[in-house]
């Protein structure tokens, strides 16, 4: 069965197999070479070579099976003959590189313990037992902490990986999420601009259907503007089309509308037949920031266009009021649609809810109200010093 490090697979079996097959000619060597060293000792070798055998045929298992009761089983051997000191070694440092640090030391000290009872057992010519028992325990401290060291530098590694993943899923996220909520910006911006074209196309449309009896002239003319309106507002819908649909989102060049636009919008208001009175108190409109000043001209826009829809032909006035320091006010009102009048044409209704976010994210405040028979809509934006 695959071995299981930190959760992942470590290996397959393919390379399980060929590591055990590894492991078999590396062990199988170092034990003839401890057997042959022992052979001049002037004792039976046959002890040795069957304790040499059985470790050498266990030692595969420390990577096909559980590494710590192999690694035990191998201490135990390396008591009875040095022929498995060799793989006892082996399988302390496979259990440090693959287990934490305290059961690689409890292995480390269990084949320390076993080399003192073969040490008793056989003693080594040559070298005092106390100077063998502290190179044998250096030998195992090195074995352990070496095995701990290459655990602890992959563990780094796979955090290191798994973090560098997580970071780029979640700069991915971010991307997303920042294409998704400019996407939105553009949506409610060509809904505002497409909103208000319609609304001047209705406008146009009811003369064209209340006024049969116009000159020729003026007929022709009202079909002109309601001809060139419903381009533009194919291009308008068009252009957002392409906008939602891109990969890289953004406005591109085009010009994005702002304070010192709204006499313009005013205009236009005008030219389809609506009585708007415009009120303009700023010092300088142009000194307006930019990203603020595209929020007050959504809030104009969108209350002209509310008034063409509910209360079509009746005086609206706008007023504009500011000054660095102080804010912006604007305080846009119409009259009330006349009772049984004509029935103003379908909508989302989230008109306003879009615009008091938008004044919202502006920094500002935006509140509506129906009052003394007028609709009443007024907005303050931050203007900085």
């Not at 401890?34 to 039976?44: E, F, L, N």
């Not at 655990?151 to 997580?166: G, K, N």
């Not at 060049?253 to 005013?266: K, N, T, W």
Request: hydrophobic share 50%; aromatic share 4%.
């Amino acid at each position: 069965m695959d071995e299981v490090v930190f959760g992942q697979v470590a290996a397959g079996p393919r390379r399980i197999r060929s590591g055990a097959a590894i492991m078999l000619a590396v062990s199988g060597a170092l034990v003839a070479l401890t057997v042959w060293g022992r052979s001049g000792s002037g004792g039976s070798l046959a002890p040795d070579i069957a304790v040499g055998a059985a470790g050498w045929l266990l030692s595969p298992l420390l990577l096909l099976r559980r590494p710590v009761p192999v690694a035990l089983a191998l201490s135990v051997l390396a008591a009875l003959s040095p022929a498995a000191t060799p793989v006892a070694s082996m399988g302390a440092l496979h259990v440090a590189q693959r287990r934490p640090f305290p059961v690689a030391a409890g292995v480390g000290a269990a084949g320390i313990a076993a080399h003192v009872a073969q040490g008793l057992r056989q003693p080594s010519g040559g070298i005092s037992f106390g100077w063998w028992l502290l190179l044998v325990a250096l030998g195992y401290g090195a074995l352990v902490g070496w095995g701990a060291l290459a655990r602890a530098r992959r563990a780094l590694l796979v955090s290191l990986r798994e973090r560098a993943r997580r970071a780029e899923a979640e700069q991915g996220r971010r991307v997303a999420e920042a294409r998704m909520a400019e996407r939105t910006r553009i949506a409610r911006e060509m809904h505002d601009v497409l909103a208000h074209r319609l609304s001047l196309l209705a406008t146009y449309a009811g003369a064209l259907e209340y006024r049969p009896d116009a000159p020729p002239e003026k007929l022709s003319q009202a079909a002109g503007v309601v001809r060139a309106g419903v381009h533009q507002a194919l291009d308008e819908l068009r252009e957002v089309i392409l906008l939602l649909r891109a990969d890289d989102d953004g406005d591109g060049d085009r010009p994005q509308p702002v304070l010192a636009d709204v006499p313009r919008l005013v205009a236009e208001s005008r030219g389809a037949g609506g009585r708007v009175d415009l009120r303009d108190g700023v010092a300088d409109p142009e000194a307006f920031p930019p990203a603020a000043g595209r929020a007050a001209y959504r809030v104009v826009q969108e209350a002209l266009t509310n008034a063409r829809k509910h209360a079509a032909g009746r005086p609206v006035r706008v007023a504009l009021e500011g000054r660095p320091g102080a804010g912006l006010v604007i305080d846009v009102r119409n009259a009330l649609a006349a009772e049984g009048g004509q029935a103003p044409p379908p909508g989302s209704g989230t008109g306003l809810v879009g615009l008091t976010e938008r004044v919202r994210l502006a920094g500002g405040r935006l509140d509506h109200e129906v009052a003394g028979g007028e609709f009443r809509l007024r907005a303050w934006l931050p203007w900085p010093a």
